[in-house]
T-cell receptor
Framework: EAEVAQSPRYKITEKSQAVAFWCDPISGHATLYWYRQILGQGPELLVQFQDESVVDDSQLPKDRFSAERLKGVDSTLKIQPAELGDSAMYLC????????????FGPGTRLTVT | QKEVEQDPGPLSVPEGAIVSLNCTYSNSAFQYFMWYRQYSRKGPELLMYTYSSGNKEDGRFTAQVDKSSKYISLFIRDSQPSDSATYLCAMSVFDAGKSTFGDGTTLTVKP
């Protein structure tokens, strides 16, 4: 069964350092999402891609976060500099097409900022 | 106030019990209503979805949507220890794709 891949699974970094997360969606899925899930809360959308284009990044803290999906396949989310409040699970999800409820989530990257 | 509010729990029930999980929402534009199950340290997994109002049944799971009350429910019959997880409700506007999630209810089913 096809799955969304994410790496690393766990990351510990110090405040003010840079950190990057990688996501490989299910093959053929045009839509890719990055969500942030703080412990005890539901996922919140950071950015949505359709192919290589950003569809929605209204909740992405652009002063420190950036996201790219250069060839419309895999994607990287970067934080620079990391802050203590960035400690959370970063989830990637993909959909076969835009506008559908179907989202398939990866296992997430758990980030701890010390 | 959040667009989607979910009973926080935690909820602990004996094996075989009927479980009721609930969410309310404020955005009347929501058309898709989903329930996800999330095991510890894993990503959410889609359990069920409903489009607009009504009921949907899948095995031991029943999803209900009441758009007039802006209220959705997930019922689990004959609950099993393997159902122990966090359940997230999620909603989306038709054609928008992105989902707005509740904060989840953690369920423990005791043998």
């Amino acid at each position: 069964e096809a799955e969304v891949a994410q790496s690393p699974r766990y990351k510990i970094t110090e405040k003010s350092q840079a950190v990057a997360f990688w996501c490989d969606p299910i093959s053929g899925h045009a839509t890719l999402y990055w969500y942030r899930q703080i412990l005890g809360q539901g996922p919140e959308l950071l950015v949505q891609f359709q192919d290589e284009s950003v569809v929605d990044d209204s909740q992405l803290p652009k002063d420190r976060f950036s996201a790219e999906r250069l060839k419309g396949v895999d994607s990287t989310l970067k934080i620079q500099p990391a802050e203590l409040g960035d400690s959370a699970m970063y989830l990637c999800a993909s959909s076969p097409r835009t506008g559908t409820y179907e989202q398939y989530f990866g296992p997430g990257t758990r980030l701890t900022v010390t | 106030q959040k667009e989607v509010e979910q009973d926080p729990g935690p909820l602990s029930v004996p094996e075989g019990a009927i479980v009721s999980l609930n969410c309310t929402y404020s955005n009347s534009a929501f058309q898709y209503f989903m329930w996800y199950r999330q095991y510890s340290r894993k990503g959410p997994e889609l359990l069920m979805y409903t489009y607009s109002s009504g009921n949907k049944e899948d095995g031991r799971f029943t999803a209900q949507v009441d758009k007039s009350s802006k209220y959705i429910s997930l019922f689990i019959r004959d609950s099993q220890p393997s159902d122990s997880a966090t359940y997230l409700c999620a909603m989306s506007v038709f054609d928008a794709g992105k989902s707005t999630f509740g904060d989840g209810t953690t369920l423990t089913v005791k043998p």
